[in-house]
């Protein structure tokens, strides 16, 4: 729910295609029908299909090994923050939603920190789409963001599974600052924490190739040592998508996630009043930006006007705090 | 002489291995003996090997189509620029110099703009470095800057060749402002010129990887569409590294550098006092960081003390203006 959703419903007819060209995957797939027919639904949150309500931490319809790695990352997140952090207090209609014929179903997640913490909130997310081809999209999604008492980075990561062999990643250390004005911001939170050489682990995998999401400006939000992957095992043995999130994927995205902890949620750094503005101004544009560019376009045809704005009016209010 | 010139000398024994941890090529390489010998020389120019002065259009031993694209940006840039350009009055052992054992040589070629031009200077050079495994390192490069009278951005496009199988790119129109807070900016240089579509062209080669510099701020100051990949034909026919510098690095660098002229060069824009100041400030952060990763450290190495410092003294100029 952060970098991806984009032009969701855009082609009538989806095509599978994970090419450099499209910017995430949202702008490849269509609704089952080529003409949507979906309606908002105001139901109470119950599953689409067995009428049991989806809770965020069920990450229903992903991979064992891509489940354990959100339901890590989450609870990493709120047990060390635990102190600093709101309840999650969002209406049971956005910590579950979907669409009346059940193709569509996501979940959201929104704490807050208290006004003493650095931390401004977490936000996680699950998505699950049915695919007029047979298959499904689903996205998990976990960031957390800092406020501007700090110009530490903020955390983001993001799987995108389209098919049993493709996965696109996106982890990254948000910089909240323009690097080339603040090389010892880039030596601080970049360089000496070696964030880079987690990116490298992955590179080296023969299944990885770079991924370019078609929206420039999410390319220039991301820092030097963002890693935007796809992972495509078409060919290979069966299992072995499970075997790279488990093995390669999951101890990069929990050591990257350490590294936020202790050095950006935890660590001490002096802001003074202009460099606060400067951070606001900076956030507040990226988040709107993100918003109109993730699921300003594809939520609608996705959901139907009516979630649509409940969901998307609950990320804008967290966003804009 | 752009952004790969660091380390060149740092490993006492090289490896010829371009790994996306290693920086730059200039980090792979050693002097050609274990324990460099280098002097400095300060005779009359001229070749180590035939006592012909080498010149700068003469892009000595890369490949012809290497060369051919070379001279057609180094004369499309001033054939269109000519009236806006001084003549080059860089002494002759700056245009062309060498260490005095012969094993490295390079030239150097700067232009500035006259006062009435938005063109702030261009800057070409080649180098050449004999490899103590039999091979031996060309790098080519052109920049073009323009002052702050205009937001443009710079163009810059560097060809690095260590083996006739091995050919790193670097083609980009480098930002002058902070992509995230200028999203207006990020439209209309890169997404309106669609200038990703030449990432896109390379990009699908097969041949063709990402290339990641090791210096985090390199990748900091180049744009969202920048051009950096490394070539590698081992296992293909002879002459398709040449083959893909005609056929398809050619046209591209082409196309981007008359993007960079129609739209930067010689377009017009407005800029008011306090984004001239800021505009000076990130183009001199960039440029002194540039020197210093560049060639700061490998050029003493290479060419020792006294070459080093008149070179380097030479391009502190240029960037100070």
Known sequence: MAVVFRHFLKSPLPSLSFSSSSLCLLSSFSSPSPRPQIFASSLP?????????????????????????????????????????????????????????????????????HSSSQVDFILGSWLHCELPTGGALNITSLSAYVNASTDAPHFLIELIQSSPTSLILILDLTPRKDLVLYPEYLQTFYENTRLDSLRQTLEKLPEVRPYYSSALYIRCITSPTSIMIRVNTDGAEPGRMEEIVKHHVDPVAKEALGIWLDQCACGQRNVDEAEKAYLEKRDGLIKSKTIEIDIGSSFPRLFGPDIANRIIGVMREAYEG
Chains 1, 2 share one sequence.
């Open 45 to 113: 949150a119950s599953s689409p299909m067995d009428n049991t309500p989806r809770k965020f931490m069920d990450f229903p319809f992903v991979t064992a090994p891509h489940r354990n790695l959100m339901i890590d990352l989450v609870s990493t997140v709120e047990n060390r923050l635990q102190s600093q952090l709101k309840p999650c207090t969002l209406p049971p209609d956005v910590q579950y939603y979907y669409n009346q014929s059940g193709t569509s179903q996501g979940s959201l997640h929104i704490r807050s920190g």
